[in-house]
């Protein structure tokens, strides 16, 4: 249910752009970010981008309507275009990540388009079509895959020396970062985590995984991990049966999935997977999760 808070907003947003768009005729107008997806609070500010090529139009700045902070993008077609093109597919490879590194450089951007809706008689259209959010859905779970993965090698690290409050620190991001990636999966654009609660696919809990240190079997690590693959296979479902065994592995590695497949990962060893070996894990893990 929409916050009156965001309903204010979104009258201003379109009284702005009517505004824009009679002052700057053949341009077009995007509401982006959290209120495009119907999410505000009594502060928010109203993120809009101007889209033209005439030499009359303002330069990007922000100013007050209603008591409301107005900040205003403009841009081009083409740098949109040039962001668009990413959404063309999912494809890298885990021996070339350059265009993930690209990608996840520009997510920011990225996830502004993908909340986009232009203005069209007096309605807020989406811009992406749902083929590009699919693609932006596996970029985005592949952002927080490769965030979860960094977070648990300074976790075993710490672990392993015995830095437990630092453990704790980091356990907590883990905590954020998983529900990202579940929102992520769900299909929601990633968003500041201030809107988590709001988007989480599972009742809020924003308490940590409860970890038993002396529990040398890691234990307390699976859910963790059922919760990432269950992530990952949502935007990569595997058809078939588990019949290829599993290789059998210690503590903290993490699946990922690439355009060459299934992976396993902890730090910078990684372990190749067929998809009937990924399912044969992923239904172990899920027998072992209490």
């Known amino acids: 249910m929409i916050s009156e808070s965001a309903r204010r907003r979104l009258h201003i947003a379109g009284q702005v752009a009517e505004h824009l768009l009679s002052s700057h005729p053949g341009s077009t107008v995007w509401l982006e970010g959290a209120l495009a997806c119907g999410l505000a609070h009594a502060t928010s500010d109203i993120d809009l981008r101007l889209l033209g ?11 007050l309507s209603d008591g409301v902070r107005i900040d205003l993008q403009v841009s081009g077609p083409d740098q949109m275009a040039q962001l668009r093109a990413f959404l063309r597919g999912f494809e890298v490879r885990a021996d070339d990540l350059t265009v993930f590194r690209r990608v996840r450089k520009d997510l920011g951007s990225l996830t502004s388009l993908r909340t986009a809706r232009q203005y069209q008689e007096e309605q ?17 779970v592949a952002d927080r895959a490769e965030t979860v993965a960094s977070l648990t090698e300074d976790l075993v690290g710490l672990a392993a020396d015995g830095l437990y409050a630092s453990v704790d620190l980091v356990l907590e ?3 954020l970062t998983l529900a990202s990636a579940e929102c992520a999966a769900a299909g929601q654009p990633l968003l500041g985590e201030k809107w988590l609660p709001l988007m989480a696919t599972r009742p809020w809990t924003p308490g940590t995984t409860t970890a038993v240190w002396h529990d040398t079997s890691w234990g307390w690590f699976r859910p963790i991990q059922q919760r990432l693959t269950s992530a990952l296979l949502s935007c990569h479902p595997i058809d078939g049966s588990s019949s290829d065994p599993a290789p059998a592995l ?32 992923a239904k172990h893990l899920e027998s072992t999760t209490t």
């Open 124 to 140: 807020w259209i989406p811009v992406v079509s749902p083929g590009e959010a699919e693609v932006y859905r596996a970029w985005a």
């Open 53 to 63: 090529d005439t030499p009359d139009l303002p330069d990007s700045g922000s100013w």
């Open 173 to 175: 991001r883990l905590a």
């Open 250 to 281: 210690g503590t903290g590695w993490l699946p990922q999935r690439y355009s060459d497949g299934w992976f396993l990962r902890r730090a910078d060893d990684r372990v190749p997977l067929t998809d009937a070996a990924l399912l044969t894990w």
